[in-house]
């Protein structure tokens, strides 16, 4: 009971600080947010995937994918590997992809990022409107084994 009463404080918690919405956001780094994602300033991009990363070693961290355009090769963060397993979205070295995103500026540079994949006709929305990646949560096991 008392962690249902946790639950509905969460719940209520965070419709107060910007909806529900928050509950799937993953905190970015300071300099990601202090550049301010904005929907206004995005950009579409599409290419062929050379490779794809599902965890990279440096800042922004998450799945990266390097794409060819016709002005060069662009390395784009596209969330968490998770996330996208989650819903069955894969990327494949030759894919054609659409992304729309925008740059960044990040401790190390700037970077590429996407709010929007899509590969074919599947498309998944990777990052809020905020610009904030969206996440996978794990199904929670209570200590009975069954989940919570």
């Known amino acids: 009971m008392q ?3 946790l639950w509905a404080c969460c719940l209520t918690v965070f419709s107060l600080v910007g909806g ?3 509950a799937q956001e993953k905190a970015v780094t ?3 947010q202090a550049a301010g994602y904005d929907v206004a300033r ?6 062929t995937v050379i490779s794809f990363t599902p965890t990279a070693k440096t800042a922004p961290l998450g799945a990266h994918v390097v794409i060819q355009t016709g ?6 963060h596209i969330g968490d590997a998770r996330y996208l397993r ?3 979205f894969t990327i494949n070295n030759g894919d054609t992809v659409r992304i729309i ?4 500026s990040f401790s190390s540079g700037t970077q590429f990022v996407a709010r929007i ?4 006709t599947t498309a998944l929305q990777v990052r809020s409107i905020r610009g904030l990646p969206l996440t996978y949560a794990a199904p929670r096991t209570s200590k009975q084994g069954g989940i919570s």
């Open 30 to 32: 300071p300099s990601a």
């Open 71 to 76: 002005s060069g090769t662009l390395d784009v």
């Open 86 to 88: 989650a819903n069955h």
């Open 3 to 5: 962690t249902r009463s």
């Open 117 to 120: 994949v899509q590969d074919g």
């Open 42 to 47: 995005e950009s579409t991009v599409v290419g």
């Open 20 to 22: 529900t919405a928050l």
């Open 101 to 104: 995103g925008e740059n960044l």
